[in-house]
């Protein structure tokens, strides 16, 4: 049992990183405030290079699958995330839309057992396949449950990159959407060195790469990390 006053906090990421990426911050902050958190990791990740680079061995995807795995392990572990709370649903990478009921079915479960004060999950339109079926997923087995935690939604990469941005902030504004912006600027650097961990996205692992995986992360190392709360965290 925690406390009256602390929270239990679950943070589903569809990919091995985007815990680390989109809620870094606020996880280390949740931790060093006494909430105890769990982070759920939906996919294996595997096919990150395929995907991107082409790339379908050095590493295989098998490969890639353990390499990130362990670099999971490290980074939570860096945010202060107890291994035991580090949760793998291993639903193969860019399978979650085919694999809807089966992953909703683990995730009621965990929700069942943890009955969490907040949950962290994508936003209902980032760019990957598996974080916006990560959203239904999620959001069906709360309301399924009839459970109402807090719901805050991070976004790692908007589908509609050049433009959605300025579209969802005209929605945001009409349809009154809050935002909540997390001050992690005393665990910045804390986040900086879990990200550093993700060594296979962020540098040339394999003979065969022009460039890594993701050449940028900028946008995560600001001070605040934003989250998006809906009133009614059932909505789909």
Known sequence: ???????R?????????DETFGCGGTIAKSISEGHEVYVVIMTD??????????IENDPTPEELKEIRMQEVKKATRILGVPEGNLIFLNFIDGTLEDNKEAAE??????????????????YKRDGHPDHRAAHKIVKNAIRKLQISPVCYEYSITHRFARFGRFIDAFLDFIFRVKKVYVDISEFLDVKKLAMMEFKSELTAVSARQHKPVITSVEKFEKNEEMFRIEKNCCKI
């Not at 049992?1 to 929270?7: E, V």
């Not at 906090?9 to 990183?17: L, R």
């Not at 079915?105 to 994508?122: Q, S, T």
């Open 9 to 17: 906090i679950i943070v589903f990421a569809p990919h091995p990183d």
């Open 1 to 7: 049992m925690i406390g009256l006053d602390k929270k």
């Open 45 to 54: 990740g595997r096919y990150a290079f395929l995907n991107v680079l082409g």
């Open 105 to 122: 079915e683990k995730v009621i479960n965990i929700l069942r057992e943890k009955r969490p004060d907040e949950v962290y999950l994508p």
